[in-house]
């Protein structure tokens, strides 16, 4: 018998991270706005439940300018 590591288990927030990935892929430009009210719930859903773990980063804004960010490794919510 397999045993599921936690990150495979089938909980809420996990089938959500899958959730949320998926919805993703569909270009911003093509989401209707009953779609993004339905990724905004899952984005609010993991902030709440995700047991996160926080990753600090610099992302290039442009040649010359960095901005650091933080986010989920989990779920990929990102934190100001």
Do not use: W
Not at 15 to 44: C, F, G, W
Not at 61 to 77: A, H, K, L, Q, R
Request: net charge negative; with cysteine; proline share 6%.
């Amino acid at each position: 018998m397999t045993t599921a590591t936690p990150s495979q288990e089938n909980t809420p927030v996990n089938i959500l991270i899958h959730v949320k990935r998926q919805l993703e892929t569909i270009p911003i430009q093509q989401r209707s706005p009953d779609y993004t009210n339905i990724l905004s719930q899952v984005n609010a859903y993991l902030y709440k439940y995700c047991a996160h773990t926080i990753e600090t980063d610099l992302i290039d804004i442009d040649p010359d300018t960095s901005v650091e960010i933080e986010y989920c490794t989990t779920c990929g919510t990102t934190f100001c």
